[in-house]
């Protein structure tokens, strides 16, 4: 009897170390988080990842982020859904770059999956968390016609085909122009890249020499735009979208004329967070609003400190 008892007491310990082990790691289906972004190469998806990484401290939970290295390797992205939806994990927090090609893939997932920045038609999907692209678009044609007068040309810079939060901008923005009197002569993508936006630029610029002001749907096309307006020796006002801490670096040099900030902290904290409620069987909204931030000059300098409290 002696031995029987000393047998289930061990037993018993060993079940309770492995019930620990799982709890304090948060792997496995017991609770990891697995985040995929567009990429992790631009400032503005750190800063997503960087509010992921903090609500997984917070909340004692293992959080994975991956994402491919530029925005236009779409099929690596779907590779990086698929894998992270075989190791087993407690839900997921995606950012699709090409909505429409994850879906199938999202279509195998037995966890909550979750969106971020940019929304998809999916059935199983537990909530999108973002910014409204229609409206921020809205906000940055405005901003550039407070720059301009009626009838001035303007081109508009997109990011790669299939991107809807992209396309979505560029959509609000061109609204907005056209309402203020603007007439676009140019509207083309550049990948959400600077190199290329800058070469994108010097053609636009070279076919229609009267430009009087740009929109950006992303902060590093406005600055490879910046960079080829600049090579030419012109001045004109330029809008980007994101709010990168380089971008508003540039407004308060007095380069770039605006940004429509995005929250990208908040995004990824909130995906993390609504992520952990969701497997814990909790309500999450269907549609939550991180907001937006119109920067310019006057309020570029607050905005940059808050960035450089993140990065720290």
Same mark, same amino acid.
């Given at each position: 009897?002696?031995?029987?008892?000393?047998?289930?007491?061990?037993?018993?310990?060993?079940?309770? %170390?492995?019930?620990?082990?799982? !709890? /304090?790691?948060?792997?496995?289906?017991?609770?990891?988080?697995?985040?995929?972004?567009?990429?992790?190469?631009?400032? &503005?998806?750190? &800063?997503?990842?960087?509010?992921?990484?903090?609500?997984?401290?917070?909340?004692?939970?293992?959080?994975?982020?991956?994402?491919?290295? *530029?925005?236009?390797?779409?099929?690596?992205?779907?590779?990086?859904?698929?894998?992270?939806?075989?190791? +087993?994990?407690?839900?997921?927090?995606?950012? $699709?770059?090409?909505?429409?090609?994850?879906?199938?893939?999202?279509?195998?997932?037995? =966890?909550?999956?979750?969106?971020?920045?940019?929304?998809?038609?999916?059935?199983?999907?537990? *909530?999108?968390?973002?910014?409204?692209?229609?409206? #921020?678009?809205?906000?940055?044609?405005?901003?550039?016609?407070?720059?301009?007068?009626?009838?001035?040309?303007?081109?508009?810079?997109? +990011?790669?085909?299939?991107?809807?939060?992209?396309?979505? @901008?560029?959509?609000?923005?061109?609204?907005?122009?056209?309402?203020?009197? %603007?007439?676009?002569?140019?509207?083309?993508? #550049?990948?959400?890249?600077?190199?290329? #936006?800058?070469?994108? =630029?010097?053609?636009?610029?070279?076919?229609? $020499?009267?430009?009087?002001?740009?929109?950006?749907?992303?902060?590093?096309?406005?600055?490879? /735009?910046? @960079? #080829?307006?600049? !090579?030419?020796?012109?001045?004109?006002?330029?809008?980007?979208?994101?709010?990168?801490?380089?971008?508003?670096?540039?407004?308060?040099?007095?380069?770039? /004329?605006?940004?429509?900030?995005?929250? $990208?902290?908040?995004?990824? &904290?909130?995906?993390?967070?609504?992520?952990?409620?969701?497997?814990?069987?909790?309500?999450?909204?269907? @549609?939550?609003?991180?907001?937006?931030?119109?920067?310019?000059?006057?309020?570029?300098?607050?905005?940059?400190?808050?960035?450089?409290?993140?990065?720290?």
């Amino acid at each position: 009897m002696k031995k029987l008892g000393l047998l289930l007491t061990i037993i018993g310990l060993v079940i309770a %170390m492995v019930g620990c082990g799982k !709890s /304090a790691s948060g792997s496995g289906e017991d609770g990891s988080v697995a985040v995929v972004l567009k990429t992790l190469s631009s400032p &503005y998806w750190k &800063y997503v990842e960087a509010g992921a990484k903090a609500a997984g401290k917070d909340l004692g939970v293992d959080v994975t982020i991956v994402g491919p290295a *530029s925005e236009s390797q779409i099929m690596e992205q779907v590779n990086m859904i698929e894998d992270s939806l075989n190791q +087993g994990i407690g839900a997921l927090v995606v950012s $699709p770059t090409q909505p429409d090609t994850v879906v199938p893939v999202l279509e195998q997932a037995n =966890v909550p999956v979750l969106f971020i920045d940019t929304d998809a038609d999916f059935s199983g999907k537990t *909530s999108f968390i973002g910014t409204d692209n229609l409206t #921020a678009g809205k906000e940055g044609g405005k901003l550039l016609a407070s720059f301009l007068k009626k009838g001035d040309e303007v081109a508009l810079l997109g +990011g790669a085909l299939g991107n809807t939060a992209m396309d979505q @901008r560029i959509k609000g923005a061109k609204e907005s122009l056209e309402e203020a009197g %603007m007439v676009i002569v140019a509207e083309q993508p #550049a990948d959400s890249d600077k190199t290329k #936006a800058n070469s994108v =630029v010097e053609n636009i610029l070279q076919n229609n $020499p009267n430009i009087k002001g740009i929109f950006s749907a992303n902060d590093d096309m406005a600055i490879g /735009a910046l @960079r #080829a307006t600049e !090579s030419k020796g012109i001045k004109l006002p330029i809008i980007g979208t994101d709010g990168t801490a380089e971008a508003i670096q540039s407004i308060i040099d007095g380069d770039l /004329a605006g940004s429509i900030a995005q929250n $990208p902290y908040e995004m990824g &904290y909130k995906g993390v967070e609504n992520a952990v409620k969701a497997m814990k069987g909790e309500k999450v909204e269907s @549609r939550i609003d991180s907001g937006i931030d119109i920067i310019t000059s006057d309020n570029a300098q607050e905005k940059l400190d808050f960035l450089e409290g993140i990065a720290k």
